[in-house]
């Protein structure tokens, strides 16, 4: 990050400053990841630039004068390309990535619980797939008691089925009438 | 021998210490004081300050106790903190502070002190405050 | 003068006012609470922004979350040395060093009344600037909107947090996203795989909500809990005369430091907070003091951030181009509600233009008046254990997705990009560059290619155009700063620091 109004010499503070802001932050979060992390990020960043390329060459780039519609993605996935192939040979020992833990499975649950939620709401309405979402979350994911997990997940549902049918006149798909 | 005395910055928990306090005192017990917070949360009122263990420990060699604060941090059920501590301690007795809980409130709210009396593997020290 | 009055006259509705009062409500609470930045927030709010429909309501709403955020995070960061947001950790340095001494009042009243002053004198100073800048750049071209489309989006990689190399990527990862659909020159379809939703391109609110407000919430699934902390207490409220004449410099300052870090893409409240700090420091004849007490640490930092979140809206409002990830959420709000942001909207639309403007003075107000006497409140809310605050988040992302266009294709990509996001975060790539790039994708491109066709296929008319020109120019001569100073020796290889997910999309 750098100070636009920085001058030269003398004690860099800014610089201080910055490495105790990044060791404040720092304190409570998880260990960065290795250069693995580093090293597969790039390769799919190159992939994605690699994959665009060759589809943007298909798309038809023309000329200059009259740009096709591939010449666009043409230039912006030769970037991705060429950044990538920096970033593979430079990157290994940037710190910057998060490692996964074993509290890794959590968002993945989460995201289970997404992907239920949107796959069952046309079906039986949002009440019972936000029910289970919020018990999942709450009870499994938050470490709360069954009698508070109960307790806060109906009372959300409700919230919501007040605040999006009735309040905000927003329509969801939902079982129950009131 | 050793006492546990569950502590928080309310009447409740400063009637707890003073009994608890007392008891070891008059047995030449040590004390455990365990003031625990719940696990995950930002902000834990019930949960003291550094200077204010210092107090605590200052306040119990007064009277001649030898004791020690004790900060874990519990899950949902608090009773399991009680317990280890009183294992890991070998203390003879709990000492906690009790509230007055409307039926709808401990059905709602629940009662920890409530699990506690009926769980704890030792003699328990129920004490209210004074009015 | 009189679009300026007019503008005292929108906000003064009570619907106008109720969504400013809203939005700045929110705003602190999301700057006191651990766990969502402004960015986020905004984009979750979006679909119901959509909803309400009213234009000005919505971006009034949306404007009051993003400074209200600002005012909020002090809040944590004096009481718990817990920084609410990435712009308020300098303050945890002497904040918590104050409240340690009894005098949280003290630094909570000097953190308000500078981040009032320093919003309010960049408010002042966006009122007189932001026409000037528009008529001049009424003129604009495709090349000159293709520049500076260009411009915004290399600052906010260069400038911004992270490394470099990963944020243009991501950069160009959203320019490339935005190509998805089918060609508005052309009426080819690329990149879409034969399916028919995506031939409609990509909803950016969609890629909004997933990026910024999804992989947020899983991220925050998964962070460590530290032990809880204890409140300091706070006794006296107002600081005293003493302790304003001790501040007021340092207010002085932080105010033009952060009024000018925050026009500029990419600079915004984080780097504005801490270039204050410093400054504080350096000019100081009692350095030792700053991180044990020292007002001036906390009022320096307050105002530049509170300066600097509202000067950014200059960009948006001026030029149409969003300086950070969250005048990107705004950028897109006005887009899905009919009205394209560019330098002619001070003239075609003042009520929209002076009514967001002149309800940030409002709203500043109303943030001074309240944010004191509201702490012992946000203090108890922050005893709600995350763990319960998350499904809630969850539910109001998911189901406000599903009423964008009331289509479950909708809430599957929004996930898709949840997880995209927050794969980024695990490598290490900022998902603010690319939201931001994405937004701009479609302007980008389509000037760029008009320009071409006005040059005849020349790329060099870039660079001979008067004022495209000059805007390359900067653009190389900020983006390769950092180069030299490196070659010069100040600095090791500095792209590493870590920043906190949580606002790091947000400014």
Known sequence: MSDQRSTTGAPDILGEIEAEVAETLAEEELPPGGPAYQTIGALLTLAVGIGGLVLALDYGLDSLRRPGPGLWPFVCASVITVLSVVLLVVGRRLEDSVAFSRASVLPAIGVLTFIGLGVLMPLIGFEIPSLVLCVVWLRFLGGETWRSTVLISVGTVAAFYLLFLHGLSIPLPHLLTF | MTIVIGYVPTPVGEAALEAGLAEAAAHGDDAVILNASRRGSTVDVDLIDDEAVAALVARASALGVEARVEQPQHGPDVVDTFEAVVRESGARMVVIGLRRRSPVGKLVMGSDAQRILLDASVPVLAVKPTA | MDDFLNGFAVVAQPDTLLYCLIGVLIGMLIGVLPGLGPAATMAILLPIVIQVGDPISGVVMMAGVFYGAQYGGTITSVLLRLPGEASSVVTVFDGFALAK????????????????????????????????????????????YAALALLGVLLVATIGNGNKIKALIAAAIGLLLATVGQDSFSGAERYTFGSLELSQGIDFVVVAMGLFGVSEILHNLEERHGKAHVPAKVANIWPSRKDLTE?????????????????LPGG????????????????????????????????????????????????????????????AMLFAALLVLGITPSPALVEENPDLFWGVVNSMYVGNVILLLLSIPLVGIFVRILRVRPAILAPITALITILGAYTLNNSTFDVFLMIAFGVIGYLMKKGGFEPGPMVLAFVLGAILENNVRRSLIIFDGDPSGFVRDSISGPI????????????????????????????????????
């Open chain 3, 247 to 263: 501040a007021a410099p340092a207010i002085g300052r932080g105010t033009v430091i952060g009024f000018f870090l925050g026009v």
């Open chain 3, 472 to 507: 390359l120019a900067i653009f190389l001569l900020v983006a390769l700063w950092p180069l030299v100073k490196t070659l010069m020796g100040r600095r090791a290889a500095s792209s590493t620091t870590h920043d906190r997910d949580r606002d790091t999309a947000g400014v």
């Open chain 3, 101 to 144: 001494q009894g005098r949280a009042g003290t630094a909570l009243g000097v953190a308000a009344i500078g981040s009032f002053v320093g919003a309010t004198v960049s408010i002042v100073a966006l009122s007189l600037s932001a026409p000037l800048v528009a008529s001049w750049a009424v003129d604009f071209g495709p090349p000159e």
């Open chain 3, 268 to 327: 915004g409240a984080v780097m504005s907070s801490l270039a204050a700090y410093a400054t504080e420091k350096r000019v100081s004849k009692t350095p030792e003091e700053f991180g044990r007490g020292s007002i001036k640490g906390v009022a320096a930092p307050e105002t530049a951030n509170n300066a600097a979140a509202t000067s950014s809206f200059i960009p948006l409002l001026t030029l149409g181009i969003p300086a950070n990830a969250s005048m």
